[in-house]
């Protein structure tokens, strides 16, 4: 990934060729109208970085063009001090569009939107999918190989993890269920020490760096394609126990009112940028940005996955931090890249709730034509019938559907007697498989 240029240095906002440019975006005419709808476009609509404005076909000179930007934006900039560092950002007009499709998006009943699911239990079953979703992507950006079918496996079974990407995975997701159960503690220098081991037990080279902030400088940020090339440079050991303490003091703090989403992505992006761990960074920024939401009871969060689009925008993702610390640590290019995700997210929630609708109502065709079958079982079968080549485990359609290990086992022995699943032996547990032909699948289905 190539590194954002930075901006022209903005002292050449007081040359005298800069003076004669803002003359016109002071004066009136047509010229005039036109440098203010697009000083407008790039700082409300379309918040734009000097990377991306120096590549625009625009009739003024891109750097002049570029201080004039700035001044708009230096008049509406909030600034927070962390440590001896200052950081900035900005509030843009689609922000506001955006977080009030997400606060819409989180009243204090669901009724409104899981009204759309046919039964409580797959409301929970969704929640326990995507919290799974969340682990696994999560663990996966920070280097976990175990691929994604494998993993819900692993953790639907309650399986002992084998090596150090499954034991992240299995890590992550005993975390991230455990947030809402924290989030009426203050942050603290103890909550993020505590939700960092969780995180990482089992899982680095020293035990003493899973509960301690890291005590060197040799760590940096940078390609794992090519070594040589450096993205970030995080602040000297010395500096971290002040800079998190500070971090602590602003995600407490109630004095200035910043909308909680805005302010949960910036505790996300100052844990990426200060590094206060010599490993588990990401996880436990993307963490804590869960914690600070279901803190303020954007609760509907726990339904989405914003790890699982970062998978797949790895580059955007590290992009978002560089844009920022290339722009005297703008953080508005973090936000608006992390805001724009959340919606995404929202939308494929929305498009899950009518995807199961279409499932269930073949769930319940199914339960019409089998006698005897119960909503649950018509589901399980459902299933098999969507991965036909695919095995599944008791424990696996347990964890999966949330009933006990008998209840899985008599659905599956059931739905054997009946002719539509064959059962093998693998070692010690059984597992089983659609009895029917099919198109063979090559994911691992849900």
């Known amino acids: 990934m190539k590194i954002p240029q930075k901006p022209p240095d903005i002292k050449g906002s007081f040359s005298e060729e800069y003076e004669s440019f803002a003359s016109i975006f002071f004066s009136e005419g047509e010229e005039s109208k036109e440098i203010r709808h697009l000083i407008r476009k790039y700082n409300e609509s379309e918040y734009i970085h000097w990377d991306d404005l120096r590549r625009k076909k625009i009739p003024y000179d891109p750097t002049l063009f570029w201080y004039a930007i700035k001044d708009q934006r230096r008049t509406k900039y909030r600034r927070i001090k962390i440590g001896d560092e200052k950081f900035l950002f900005y509030s843009p007009e689609t922000f506001q569009k955006q977080l009030h499709r997400i606060d819409k998006a989180s009243p204090a009943s669901f009724d409104w939107l899981f009204g759309e699911f046919p039964s409580e239990a797959n409301k929970k079953q969704y929640l326990a999918n995507s919290l799974m979703e969340e682990a696994i992507a999560s663990s996966q950006l920070e280097g976990a190989a175990t691929t994604r079918p494998e993993a819900k496996k692993i953790l639907r079974e309650g399986r002992k993890p084998k090596n150090t990407s499954e034991r992240m995975i299995v890590n992550n997701y005993q975390t991230i269920r455990r947030l809402k159960e924290l989030r009426d503690k ?3 220098r103890e909550l993020i020490l505590e939700i960092h081991h969780e995180i990482t037990q089992g899982t680095l080279e020293s035990e003493a760096d899973e509960t301690e902030f890291r005590t060197c400088d040799d760590i940096v940020v940078g390609s794992k394609a090519d070594p040589t090339k450096i993205y970030h440079y995080p602040p000297e050991c010395r500096k971290i126990p002040a800079m998190m303490d500070d971090l602590i003091a602003f995600a407490n703090s109630d004095d200035e009112f910043i909308h909680p989403i805005v302010k949960a992505i910036i505790i996300h992006f100052l844990i990426g940028y200060i ?6 960074n990401g996880r436990t920024a ?17 339904y989405i996955s914003i790890s699982r689009i970062f998978v797949h925008a790895p580059a955007q993702y590290a992009r978002a931090y560089l844009l920022t610390e290339t722009d005297s640590n703008d953080m508005t290019y973090f936000i608006d890249f992390n805001i724009q995700i959340i919606g995404r997210a929202l939308e494929d929630l929305k498009q899950y709730i009518i995807h199961r609708k279409q499932e269930e109502s073949a769930s319940l065709h199914l339960v019409e034509q089998i006698p005897d079958l119960s909503f649950r079982q018509a589901e399980i079968l459902r299933d ?7 095995y599944y485990t008791i424990s696996e359609i347990a964890g999966k559907y949330k009933v006990s290990l008998p209840t899985a086992r008599t659905d599956l022995l059931l739905l054997e007697e009946k002719g539509k699943l064959k059962k093998y032996q693998d070692g010690k547990r059984q597992v089983f498989m659609y009895r029917g032909k099919g198109k063979v699948q090559k994911n691992g289905g849900d």
């Open 275 to 280: 590094h206060p761990f010599n490993d588990g």
């Open 286 to 302: 993307r963490a804590l940005f869960y914690w600070f939401a279901l803190k303020h009871h954007y609760d509907l969060l726990e």
């Open 384 to 390: 098999f019938i969507r991965y036909p080549t695919r």
């Open 186 to 188: 203050p942050l603290s």
